[in-house]
């Protein structure tokens, strides 16, 4: 025998440089010429087996081998084997001890070349689900290929923890992928090319915290396409190592909740310039949001889709498959999961549109690297169950569970113009299902919908019924999953006129005292019952919620009670709301006012009979405006709409009891009572001491006032002018002349009195002197003869002193004869009168012997003698 050829293949083994790195399964197309063989030398690590998957143009002879039986089968053709068939395709798993294992692919059943596509996968792997291009139906395998413009990954993460001892630089211990991985086909004039892209969650699953990634990577396997300059998007190109070149961006995290459904979304279009990739996602309601789109400039291109075949590989070795799977955090970590039950499923859209599943799903991914050591993957419920565990089962589509679906809620009765309500349960069957809704009225009023649905469970919709009137109708909910299995129900429903609400008798505002807001509603259409939520606000903001009015059917008048509040501006909403949801609201402005009261009370608390006197009263607060009530002695005199002003007149003396009283349209009243004492009109009497006064004399005036209502207030007037006030004045008249002297007295009432008397003003006293002094031969000026007079002042009398003795005290003009001594004589006349202005005038005269005349007499005496003594002479 001649020897056997061997092909051996070698492996090109990837550094791993990316955050989300490429597979280490090994998958490829060989050809196998007749009578040679091609074998792998394959390491199982975790003693948990190896997962084959193959398919040939012929019938071959599949072996697996351990290292001896190797040998000895590459030495003489023959050799045992662990496990040995012959077919042209398998798709097994072998459970296998850690340890180094030969499979070989032997062409020795046909003289012709066979073409083999292989996949031999083992743990740690990339877990979840995923679609090679390949159907396995009875043990046969059937490549197959689909163009697709979108995928959609649904995730519901129900528990996951990840742990890795020693994850790779920059990697959590904690962190984990879930992962859409699909090959993006772009045909251009020149040749085709194929990018991956990646749509994904990682999560740090320690503390629940998540966020979207994506890459693009070229998978052609010649220089990249990519660089900044021909990738446009929120992200960037960048560079590995070993030269390789991929696009990356990512959204913050985010915290996760527990459960949470996610939809992962890749969709795809194009133009003559290149591929245009959107990457968003969907919470369990809501619409895509689309975090990444990118442009990739591929001049020339005549399509691009997403490819999934089964036929071939990737111009750069790697599968053209669809996968939505669970590894780790990225950079090619392993990780370990002590928790895992995460719901997944994966739903295509073809380029006509049409919805569908994947054809035929596997547990494993081939085309990334970051992997999980303890998962698999069951059919569960109409999905596919990512938990922990060992086991392999490569016919995912094998257990389809039976549809079961229900309608646990719905609308019986709603208004016009609003959608129709219904929460579906659904599970099992084969994804996507199409809910299909009809509802139809005797009349052949019709309304139908359809949506789909890609994830079974728990989901409410809403229908528009906006071209349906009010009547009585039938709904009709069906659901078909894909295989066509279906199940409905029917309902009655009711569609009512529009909501309306009229709000009447509104009070706009109130006193603190009567807290209440009042209205009266007339309510018709909508959906019965009707709810009544009232809320109160201000500038801060809603206070509260003070009143709900629930079950409400008819006409009713309605208080609300808002004792508690301030005094202030407010906003009252009044919202009513139907059992269909229809909602009316009305808006209306509030105002708590101060109860009224007298703030200003102006009175006079004294006053005269007869008197005419103005009180005056100032209400503030209240409500509207405010009524004036005056009461005189418990008697209502006078009243009107801000009659601030009452004039008082009493007309007998005595006490008067006043009241005012002010109340504002609501009734609320607040009054004053003050007493008023009415005294008899003062009486005043005016003093001068004299009508006749001197000139520069001051003297005083005075008034005494009585009765009336102190205290008084005097004013002093000259001929009209005004000098002073008090009650007693000091007057000094300097010019000669008769003045008027006027005193005016006003008493607190205001009650006046004029009273006036005249007086003259005379010059002072002035004296006038006459005097005639007598004397004698011997002695002159012996005594004076004087005649005094006195002019001007009042009832003057004067004095009369001589030497400094007084010597007369005289009432009128008098002539008097004073002796004088001998000597100086000093005279002097006072004239005084009544005022003390006083006239003065002094003498003074000599008194004296007259020497000449006695000398006179000596002589005469003398000769007298000498002639006598002559004689006598003569004679003797």
Do not use: C
Not at 9 to 32: H, K, N
Not at 689 to 698: M, R
Request: aromatic residues 14%; neutral net charge; glycine residues 8%.
């Amino acid at each position: 025998m001649r020897l056997i050829n061997i092909l051996l293949l070698a492996m090109l083994f990837l550094p791993i440089f990316s955050f989300f790195t490429l597979s280490m399964s090994l998958a490829d197309q060989i050809q196998i010429p007749p009578h040679y063989y091609f074998s792998i030398s394959y390491n199982v690590t975790q003693g948990n087996g190896i997962d084959v998957i193959f398919y040939a143009s012929s019938p071959i002879t599949f072996m697996i081998m351990t290292p001896s039986q190797f040998y000895q089968f590459n030495q003489t053709d023959l050799s045992q084997s662990i496990y040995s068939t012959t077919t042209n395709s398998l798709s097994r798993f072998f459970p296998l001890k850690s340890g180094q294992y030969y499979i070989v692919f032997y062409n020795n059943i046909s003289n012709n070349l066979v073409t083999l596509n292989y996949y031999i996968l083992s743990r740690p792997l990339p877990t979840g689900i995923a679609d090679y291009g390949l159907k396995v139906n009875n043990s046969v395998i059937s490549p197959y290929i689909e163009k697709i413009k979108s995928v959609i990954g649904a995730v519901e993460i129900n528990k996951l923890l990840a742990y890795n001892l020693t994850p790779p630089a920059g990697i959590s211990q904690y962190s984990a992928s879930i992962q859409l991985n699909v090959v993006l086909q772009v045909n251009t004039i020149g040749g085709s090319q194929q990018i991956w892209l990646q749509n994904v969650i990682q999560i740090d699953t320690n503390n629940n915290f998540y966020s979207f990634l994506d890459n693009i990577w070229n998978f052609t396997g010649k220089i990249s396409i990519l660089s900044n300059s021909t990738v446009k998007g929120n992200g960037i190109v960048y560079v590995t190592n070993n030269g390789n070149d991929y696009y990356a961006y990512g959204t913050n995290f985010s915290t996760l909740l527990i459960p949470s459904l996610k939809y992962l979304l890749i969709n795809t279009s194009y133009t003559s310039q290149g591929p245009m990739i959107s990457f968003g996602y969907m919470n369990q309601s809501g619409s895509p949001i689309w975090y990444d789109n990118v442009t990739i400039l591929i001049p020339n291109t005549l399509s691009a889709y997403i490819l999934v075949d089964g036929y071939n590989f990737t111009a750069g070795g790697l599968a053209y498959d669809a996968e939505l799977i669970l590894g780790g955090g990225g950079n090619g970590e392993f990780t370990f999961f002590n928790e895992s039950n995460v719901e997944l499923a994966m739903i295509y859209q073809y380029l006509n549109g049409t919805l569908a599943p994947p054809k035929f799903l596997f547990p494993f991914g081939l085309d990334t690297e970051e992997s999980a050591d303890n998962l698999y993957t069951v059919s569960y419920n109409g999905v596919y169950l990512a938990t922990n565990g060992y086991q392999v089962i490569n016919n995912l589509n094998e257990n389809v569970s039976q549809l079961r679906f229900n309608v646990v809620n719905y609308t019986k009765a709603t208004d016009q113009n609003f959608p129709y309500i219904f929460t579906i349960n659904v599970s099992g069957g084969v994804l996507p299902y199409k809910l299909n809704v009809t509802i139809s009225n005797s009349s052949g009023n019709e309304l139908s919908g359809y949506t789909y649905v890609l994830f079974p469970s728990v989901s409410t919709y809403y229908l528009p019924l906006t071209p349906l009137s009010p009547s009585n109708y039938t709904v009709k909910i069906k659901l078909i999953d894909f295989n066509g299995n279906s199940k409905s129900y029917k309902f009655p429903l009711t569609i009512n006129p529009p909501l309306k609400v009229q709000i009447l008798n509104v009070t706009n505002y109130t006193d603190l005292v009567l807290p209440y807001f009042n209205f009266t509603s007339i309510i018709s259409g909508g959906t019965k019952p009707y709810n009544i939520t009232i809320t109160i606000s201000n500038d801060s903001g809603i206070l509260s919620e003070t009143y709900k009015i629930i079950n409400y059917t008819s006409v009713a008048y309605y208080t609300v009670n808002m004792k508690g509040y301030s005094i202030g501006k407010y906003t009252i909403q009044i919202e009513v709301k139907d059992y269909a949801g229809s909602i009316n609201i009305s808006k209306y402005n509030f105002t708590i006012n101060p109860n009224p009261y007298i703030s200003t009370l102006v009175y006079t608390n004294e006053t005269d009979k007869g008197l005419r006197g103005v009180i005056k009263a100032i209400g503030e607060g209240g409500s509207g405006s405010l009524i004036y009530y005056w009461y005189v002695n418990n008697s209502l005199v006078s009243s009107g709409i801000g009659d601030e002003l009452y004039n008082f007149t009493p007309s007998n003396i005595g006490e008067y009891n006043i009241t005012i009283m002010v109340k504002d349209v609501l009734g609320i009243s607040s009054a004053k009572s003050v007493i008023i004492k009415v005294n008899p009109d003062p009486v005043a009497e005016l003093s001068v001491p004299k009508t006749v006064i001197d000139s520069g004399a001051e003297f005083p005036v005075n008034v005494t006032v009585s009765l009336g209502t102190p205290p008084y207030y005097t004013s002093w007037y000259i001929n009209g002018s005004y000098v002073g006030n008090g009650s007693i004045k000091e007057l000094n008249l300097s010019n000669i002349g008769v003045y008027i002297i006027t005193v005016t007295v006003r008493d607190s009432a205001s009650y006046i009195i004029n009273i006036s008397k005249s007086v003259s003003i005379v010059p002072p006293p002035s004296l006038s002197v006459k005097e005639q002094t007598q004397g004698n031969f011997i002695q002159y000026n012996t005594s004076i003869a004087l005649s005094a007079s006195v002019n001007g002042g009042t009832n003057p009398y004067y004095l009369i002193f001589l030497n400094g003795k007084l010597v007369g005290n005289y009432s009128s003009t008098t002539q008097l004869q004073l002796k004088l001594q001998n000597g100086e004589n000093n005279i002097t006349l006072v004239a005084k009168d009544l005022w003390g202005k006083t006239a003065v005038k002094t003498l003074i005269v000599n008194s004296g012997y007259n020497y000449v005349g006695i000398g006179i007499i000596v002589g005469i005496i003398l000769i007298i003698v000498i002639i006598v003594i002559l004689v006598i002479s003569k004679r003797k």
